[in-house]
């Protein structure tokens, strides 16, 4: 069974922990002592039936003790599809959280409120998933109940949206009137919408087409590790593909080596295998002794990424110490560690406007923003946009070992 991974980004009271719980709750996925608890704790707010926030923020509360996490991931499934919620609390931090939380998502649900319609942070968490590359974003306005479930209302707001939409690269968006509280258009179709003809958020989670989503052109293999097993003749390598397919009998170039050799065998738990594709973890043989490590990448020959120590990329930047030119991070990349130093801060972005300031020579907390940067040691990478696995890397602050940024990697063409 397929699984889809998505995230909720709303501005407080837009009802993301209300819309989760009834998703949960709807589809049978709360345990009997967890809803007694919150008819119990409704009760005493003087809710009559159940208050679906409190479900939401009690499984929170569970998850947070003793940790610190941004980012609550919550299971569920039905007889379609299994699903991941990248559940991002805080306010504050909503841009640092909504990337993290993103950052592996098929699909964005957007909250509006149809009372309010849309706002600076509607536009923002627009132009997040839009810049993270989420393939689908859904508009699920919410709080149809207090608009007399008025189509004009939600009219209004898919104008707004898809006008603002409209300078950005997200294509795939859907439009859905819900009342998280009442459970319109949730898990079941709502009869005070009768002008909606669409699906339910739940149906259209289920049912959206994410297969495509994957890339299987670019053959990217980073190797994770060198595995000797068996017996002494036994090389494999281990890792996870990143990209593309990987068959016996192909020709392969480790980068940034540029030795080339072929697949002999390609070896999973379960067994050899034909074929290898992303996600699946595996282990390859090759046919020559190579001098192959951890942090190297396979690929096809005549389909390489680029072998670079220079990156123009998208920075969100997660620390209060300001990112500045010059300054010096750990940069993580696939399976590779390396240290990179900031050599220009092109522009930073305002995600409210999509208005570049090329003044800027900081980014602070919470920015976006486009920077140079050189590695000390080459990567073999890919633009964001073609491959979100090989495009992406993390700044740690070596001092604290904290991650400090989020980087997606520019086609610098
Ligand atoms: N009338 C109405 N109220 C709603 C609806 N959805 C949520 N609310 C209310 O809006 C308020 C905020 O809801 P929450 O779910 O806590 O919203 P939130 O602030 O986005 O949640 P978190 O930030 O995730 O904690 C609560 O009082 C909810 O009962 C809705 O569809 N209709």
């Not at 947070?64 to 805080?90: C, L, M, S, W």
């Not at 931090?93 to 909250?111: D, E, F, I, K």
């Not at 080596?257 to 996600?279: C, K, M, N, Q, R």
Request: hydrophobic share 40%; aromatic share 6%; with cysteine.
């Amino acid at each position: 069974m397929d699984l889809l991974r998505f995230t909720t980004a709303g501005s407080v009271d837009d009802g993301k922990s209300t819309l989760i719980g009834r998703l949960l709750y709807d589809s049978k996925q709360v345990f009997a002592d967890q809803l007694e608890q919150v008819e119990a704790a409704s009760a005493a707010l003087g809710d009559d039936g159940v208050n679906l926030a409190l479900l939401t923020d009690g499984l929170r509360a569970e998850r947070e003790q003793g940790i610190t996490i941004d980012v609550a991931y919550r299971y569920f499934a039905t007889p379609r599809r299994k699903f991941i919620i990248a559940d991002t609390p805080g306010h504050e931090q909503y841009t640092r959280n909504m990337v993290t939380g993103a950052s592996t998502s098929n699909l964005a649900v957007v909250l509006v409120d149809a009372q309010q319609g849309m706002t600076q942070q509607s536009r923002r968490h627009a132009s997040i998933a839009s810049l993270l590359g989420i393939p689908h974003v859904v508009v699920a306005v919410n709080k149809m109940d207090l608009v007399g479930y008025r189509e004009d209302a939600f009219e209004r707001i898919v104008h707004d949206f898809t006008a603002f939409a409209a300078k950005l690269e997200t294509t795939d968006v859907t439009f859905i009137p819900i009342s998280a509280l009442h459970g319109d258009n949730v898990v079941t179709r709502s009869d005070a919408m009768p002008w909606y003809q669409g699906p339910s958020l739940l149906y259209h989670l289920e049912t959206v087409h994410i297969a495509s989503d994957r890339n299987l052109v670019d053959t990217r293999f980073p190797v994770q590790r060198v595995t000797r097993r068996r017996n002494p003749e036994y090389r494999g390598y281990a890792g996870t593909m990143a990209a593309g397919i990987l068959r016996p009998g192909e020709d392969v170039v480790v980068l940034p080596s540029g030795f080339e050799s072929t697949v002999e065998a390609i070896d999973t738990l379960e067994g050899e295998v034909d074929e290898a594709f992303p996600p699946m973890a595996v282990t390859v043989r090759l046919a020559d002794d190579l001098d192959v490590g951890r942090g190297d990448m396979l690929a096809r020959p005549r389909n390489r990424p680029e072998v670079t120590q220079e990156l123009d990329a998208m920075v969100c930047w997660m620390s209060d110490r300001p990112l500045a030119a010059r300054g010096m991070y750990a940069l993580k990349h696939t399976t590779r560690d390396a240290r990179a130093m900031i050599t220009d801060v092109v522009y930073r972005l305002d995600v409210d406007t999509l208005h570049r300031d090329p003044e800027a020579d900081r980014l602070a907390a919470n920015d976006l923003g486009r920077v140079r940067l050189r590695t000390t040691t080459p990567l073999c990478v890919d633009p964001y946009d073609r491959n979100r696995s090989t495009g992406s890397f993390v700044l740690v602050d070596e001092q604290t070992d904290s991650t400090v940024g989020a980087g997606m990697i520019l086609d610098r063409g």
